[in-house]
């Protein structure tokens, strides 16, 4: 009997290797196909998988699209520490670069493609709406402790009301600066503008 020397052979990988590659197979079609293609099947297709292989680790498009949504966040906290530890100025310093990262980041492909996805998603579900309102409380609760690095004599509400602010004009400069946007080379500063108003909305 013969056999097929050129078939490629199953790669084996460890449980945190495969999980990561489903996600990030997913956050690739989430993207740049939208969430009407992400489905179980199609990351499987893309991952090159067996079906069954996605459903053991998610058995659902709602837990698949939490842990995306949980990647997110985590690459927000974890460039935040790395952003407050490496820098030696004042807590002002930190939250400038804290904000004018936001705003380099909101004006990249893969965010302002997620983003928008995100967007569109949540209004079509009230499952993924529930899931976009959490990803948005731990966002505006991270830019409410930066408010307080600056401002630690404010009340919580106050902080997370500043925090809010913040967060809904960097969001909003998607809009406007966003990846693929022609160019206005008016507009040329902005970022740094928005960056000294909302140092300023800090500090007021």
């Given at each position: 009997?013969s056999?097929d020397?050129?078939?490629?052979?199953?790669?084996?990988?460890?449980?945190d290797?495969?999980?990561?590659?489903?996600?990030?197979a997913?956050?690739?079609?989430?993207?740049?196909?939208g969430?009407?293609?992400?489905?179980?099947r199609?990351?499987?297709?893309?991952?090159?998988?067996r079906?069954?292989?996605?459903?053991?680790?998610?058995n659902?498009?709602?837990?698949?699209?939490?842990?995306?949504l949980?990647?997110r966040?985590?690459f927000?906290?974890?460039?935040?520490?790395?952003?407050?530890?490496?820098?030696?100025?004042?807590?002002?310093d930190?939250?400038?670069?804290?904000?004018?990262?936001l705003?380099?980041?909101s004006?990249?492909?893969?965010?302002c493609?997620f983003?928008?996805?995100l967007?569109?998603?949540?209004?079509?579900?009230?499952?993924?709406?529930s899931?976009?309102?959490?990803?948005?409380r731990?966002?505006?609760q991270?830019?409410?402790?930066?408010?307080?690095?600056?401002?630690?004599?404010?009340?919580?509400?106050?902080?997370?009301?500043?925090?809010?602010?913040?967060?809904?004009?960097?969001e909003?400069?998607?809009?406007?600066?966003?990846?693929?946007?022609?160019?206005?080379?008016?507009?040329?500063?902005l970022?740094?503008?928005i960056?000294?108003?909302?140092?300023a909305?800090?500090?007021?």
């Amino acid at each position: 009997m013969s056999t097929d020397k050129t078939a490629p052979k199953r790669i084996r990988k460890s449980p945190d290797e495969r999980r990561a590659e489903i996600i990030e197979a997913a956050t690739y079609i989430f993207i740049h196909e939208g969430y009407a293609e992400l489905t179980l099947r199609r990351v499987a297709r893309e991952v090159n998988i067996r079906l069954s292989t996605v459903q053991h680790y998610f058995n659902s498009r709602d837990a698949l699209i939490n842990a995306l949504l949980e990647k997110r966040i985590l690459f927000y906290t974890d460039q935040y520490a790395a952003l407050t530890s490496t820098l030696d100025g004042s807590a002002e310093d930190q939250a400038r670069a804290i904000l004018c990262f936001l705003l380099d980041d909101s004006r990249s492909q893969d965010t302002c493609g997620f983003f928008t996805q995100l967007w569109a998603m949540g209004f079509q579900s009230e499952e993924c709406r529930s899931q976009l309102f959490e990803m948005y409380r731990v966002h505006r609760q991270d830019l409410a402790d930066i408010v307080a690095m600056l401002r630690p004599e404010l009340d919580e509400t106050e902080c997370l009301q500043r925090a809010t602010m913040i967060s809904s004009m960097i969001e909003g400069s998607l809009v406007h600066l966003g990846h693929g946007l022609p160019i206005d080379n008016r507009l040329s500063d902005l970022r740094e503008r928005i960056c000294d108003h909302l140092i300023a909305l800090i500090k007021s």
